[in-house]
C-alpha cells in the first residue's frame, strides 16, 4: 500500500477509503509505523470531501511523528480547495512522474528567501539543487539538469520583474497537469514552467507558513496559523482605515519604525534578543522602553506605552499602547492574557482597536482568553490561543 | 479670513472645561466651520476620550513642538466631522514640554487653516495655563455655581486681563440645577454674572447625560434630545454672532413636572 520513494519523501495511499473517518483510522496505524517517521508525507486521497478541521487533524498527526505533510493528491475538488486555503501544496503525486519530488522542498529554505529578499537569489536556486532530487533515480538527474539550466533563467527573470512569480494556484495546477502529460518526453520547456510553478506555490503557501516554520513542533501554532485564514477570527483588529486618515498615516508610520542599522538574519532571531520581567502594573502615562522582550507580570492600563526590539508578553490585561519589534522586527509578537491595547504596533504596521470595542474599562475578571498579535502579510491580525 | 484663537480655562479643576470644550468644537463644526481642537493638559489628557479618538493617537502635541513629526500629521480627524479635528497631549510627558512662544507658533499656523482654534486648559494657574493662553486671543471661562468655582474664575479673569494676547473674555456657567435655585440652596446665575462682573455667553444645565456621553466618546451635542446639548450648540451659535436666546433652563424633565407646567400654564390662560 505503502511506496518508498527515497529518503525523505513518503507516500501513503489511502485512494481506496471513502470515509473521514476510516481515512483518520487507516492514517494512525500507517504513522505508527517506523519509516514514517521523520518524513515528508505526500497523502493520496481518494473522492472524500474532507473539510478544514479534518485536514488539519491528519496534518498534527503527521506533525505528531516528526513528519510533515508535504502535498496532497485527491481526487476531490472540496478537498482540494480545502488543502489550498490551508497552504498545503496539492498534485497529482505518482511513482512514474518523479518531477513531482520538487515541490516538497523544505519550507525553511523558502523562509530564507524571504527573509533575505531579492539580494539573495542565489539560495532560490540552491532549493531547486535539493539534495533530494540528486539522490532519486537517472530520471531524476536528467530533470536535475534541467532545473539547473531553468533556474539561471529564473534567476534573471525574477529579478526583473519579480511580480511575474505570482500566479494564482490555479494556474498553478493547470501547468502542473501540463507537466505530467508531457512529462515522458522530457520536455524541457515545460519542466521549466514546472519548476517556476513550484517556487510559486511556495511563495503563495509561504504566507501561512512562514510563521510556523519556527515552531514547527508547536502543533497549536499551526492552528493559530490556519485559523487565522479565517476572516472571522482575524477581525478583531481592524487596519487603519485610510480613508479615515487623510493625514497620510502611511508617512507617519515609517517614520515611527526606522530601523537604523541593517539587520543580519541572526539578529532577526528573537533569541538573540535579551528579556526584561517587570512584576508592577504599568500605569497611564508610564512608558517602558527596551532593547529585546519584555514579559510584564501585571496590567497595563490605558495610556502606557510599552516598546520592545523584540516581543511583548503582558501576563495580565493588556490596555495601553504595545509596539513589539520597533527595531523593524517583522517577527515580534505581541501577547496577552486579555488583549485591549487601545494600539497595537509591530514593526512598522499599525493597528488601533475597533471604535465599536468602546468600552469604558474592562472588567477585572479570573477568565481571559489569551491571544497574540503577530504580522501576516503586512497586517496586523490578534489570533486567539485556545487550549 | 484668519482663524480664531479661544482658549477655555477655568482655574479649578473638574468644572467642565474638556466638556466644554469638546462641545461647543462639534457643535461649531456642525454648523460648517473648520474646528481644531488643542488639548494642552499634557499628562492628563482627556480631550481625546470624550471625543472617542483615544485609538487614533499617533503623534501629539510634544511631536510636534519637538519636530518629530508635521503639524498635519499630528491632527486626528473625528469620526464623524469631517470639520473637526483634535491636536492631542502626550500622556507620558509634563506640562514643561510645550513652552508659551512653541503652543504660539502652532496656533498661528493653524490660524491659516482653520476657521476656529478651540485650547483646552489645563486646571491651575501654573505654566500650563501661560502656555494655552499664549496664542488665544478670546477665552471663555467655565465655572460653576459653587463659591470655589466662582473664586478661582475671579482670579482667572484677573490673570487674563493682565495677559496680553487676550482681547476678551466671556462666562459660560456649568451644572446649574434650577430646582436648587428655587430653594436658594444655589447661586443663581444673575449672582454668579454680579460677583464676576463679566457677560455670560452661556448657561449649561445640569444633564447626567453628559456622563454617559463622556464614557462613550460621543460629546452631548450629537444628541439632540439632549438639553445640556441644546444649550452647547446655542454657545457656538452665540461665538458665531447670532443672537440666541438663553434657554430655558427651568424645563421639568418627568411627566409630572411637564404636566403641571401644562396645567398651570392653562390656569393662567383661563384666568386672563
Known amino acids: 500500500m505503502e511506496q518508498n520513494l527515497n529518503n525523505s519523501l513518503y507516500i501513503i495511499d489511502l485512494g481506496e477509503i471513502n470515509t473521514a473517518q476510516e481515512i483518520i483510522f487507516q492514517l494512525s496505524s500507517d504513522l505508527d509505523k517506523e519509516e514514517a517517521k521523520n518524513k515528508r508525507i505526500c497523502l493520496k486521497l481518494g473522492n472524500v470531501d474532507l473539510n478544514q478541521a479534518q485536514l488539519l487533524s491528519i496534518k498534527s498527526l503527521i506533525n505528531g511523528i516528526d513528519s510533515t505533510l508535504s502535498t496532497v493528491d485527491t481526487k476531490s475538488v472540496e478537498t482540494e480547495k480545502t488543502a489550498i486555503s490551508l497552504g498545503i501544496i496539492v498534485s497529482n503525486v505518482s511513482a512514474e512522474n518523479s518531477t513531482e519530488v520538487v515541490p516538497a522542498m523544505p519550507y525553511k529554505s523558502v523562509e530564507d528567501l524571504k527573509e533575505n529578499g531579492s539580494q539573495n537569489e542565489e539560495e532560490k536556486y540552491s532549493i531547486v539543487e535539493d539534495p533530494d532530487i540528486v539522490e532519486s533515480d537517472n530520471e531524476n538527474n536528467v530533470t536535475e539538469e534541467n532545473i539547473q539550466t531553468v533556474g539561471n533563467d529564473q534567476y534573471s527573470s525574477a529579478s526583473e520583474n519579480t511580480n511575474e512569480t505570482y500566479v494564482s494556484v490555479d494556474e498553478v495546477q493547470h501547468t502542473d497537469e501540463e507537466t505530467i502529460q508531457n512529462a515522458e518526453g522530457q520536455n524541457v520547456e515545460v519542466k521549466e514552467e514546472n519548476v517556476i510553478n513550484v517556487d510559486t506555490i511556495i511563495k503563495e503557501t509561504d504566507n501561512f507558513k512562514t510563521e510556523t516554520v519556527s515552531e514547527k513542533d508547536d502543533v497549536q501554532d499551526e492552528l493559530d ?96 499602547i504595545a509596539h513589539a519589534g520597533a527595531g523593524g522586527n517583522q517577527k515580534a509578537r505581541v501577547r496577552a492574557l486579555k488583549m485591549n491595547a487601545i494600539q497595537l504596533r509591530i514593526a512598522n504596521c499599525y493597528s488601533r482597536r475597533p471604535d465599536s470595542l468602546n468600552t469604558v474599562y474592562i472588567e477585572k475578571t479570573n477568565s481571559f482568553t489569551p491571544e497574540e498579535a503577530r504580522i501576516v502579510n503586512n497586517e496586523i491580525v490578534v489570533f486567539k490561543i485556545n487550549d | 479670513m484668519a482663524g480664531r484663537v479661544i482658549v477655555i480655562t477655568s482655574g479649578k479643576g473638574g468644572v467642565g472645561k474638556t466638556t466644554t470644550s469638546a462641545n461647543i468644537g462639534t457643535a461649531l463644526a456642525k454648523h460648517g466651520h473648520s474646528v481644531v481642537l488643542i488639548d494642552t493638559d499634557i499628562g492628563l489628557r482627556n480631550l481625546d476620550l470624550l471625543l472617542g479618538l483615544e485609538n487614533r493617537i499617533v503623534y501629539t502635541l510634544v511631536d ?78 467655565v465655572t460653576t455655581p459653587e463659591m470655589s468655582a466662582v473664586r478661582d474664575a475671579d482670579r482667572i479673569i484677573g490673570l487674563l486681563e493682565a495677559a496680553d494676547g487676550v482681547e476678551s473674555y466671556k462666562l459660560l456657567i456649568n451644572r446649574v440645577r434650577p430646582n436648587m435655585i428655587k430653594s436658594n440652596d444655589m447661586m443663581s446665575v444673575e449672582d454668579v454674572e454680579n460677583i464676576l462682573s463679566c457677560q455670560k455667553i452661556g448657561i449649561i444645565p445640569e444633564d447626567t447625560g453628559i456622563i454617559t456621553s463622556t464614557n462613550r466618546g460621543e460629546p452631548i451635542v450629537n444628541n439632540e434630545k439632549s438639553l445640556a446639548g441644546r444649550a452647547y450648540m446655542n454657545v457656538a451659535r452665540r461665538i458665531t454672532g447670532d443672537d440666541v436666546p438663553f434657554l430655558d433652563i427651568d424645563e421639568p424633565k418627568d411627566i409630572v413636572g411637564k404636566l403641571k407646567k401644562f396645567f398651570s400654564g392653562l390656569g393662567k390662560q383661563g384666568k386672563e
Open chain 1, 225 to 320: 496559523v490556519i485559523f487565522g485564514s479565517n476572516p472571522v477570527q482575524s477581525s478583531i483588529f481592524e487596519m487603519k482605515d485610510t480613508e479615515e486618515q487623510k493625514y497620510e498615516e502611511r508617512e507617519e508610520l515609517s517614520e515611527i519604525v526606522v530601523p537604523e542599522q541593517e539587520y543580519t538574519k541572526e539578529d532577526f532571531e528573537l533569541e538573540a534578543f535579551p528579556t526584561k520581567y517587570i512584576k508592577q502594573t504599568i500605569r497611564s502615562g508610564q512608558v517602558i522602553n527596551y532593547e529585546g522582550n519584555i514579559v510584564i507580570i501585571g496590567d497595563c492600563h490605558p495610556g502606557s506605552e510599552i516598546t520592545a526590539f523584540g516581543d511583548i508578553t503582558v501576563w495580565g490585561i493588556l490596555s495601553g
Open chain 2, 64 to 141: 510636534v513642538v519637538e519636530e518629530r513629526c508635521k503639524l498635519k500629521q499630528a491632527l486626528v480627524k473625528d469620526k464623524k466631522n469631517p470639520n473637526l479635528c483634535l491636536l492631542a497631549a502626550a500622556q507620558t510627558r509634563d506640562k514643561t514640554s510645550v513652552s508659551a512662544e512653541q503652543l504660539k507658533k502652532i496656533t498661528e499656523r493653524l490660524k491659516k487653516d482653520f476657521d476656529f482654534i478651540l485650547v483646552d486648559c489645563p486646571a491651575g494657574i501654573e505654566q500650563g495655563f501661560q502656555t494655552a493662553i499664549a496664542g488665544a486671543s478670546e477665552a471663555i471661562v
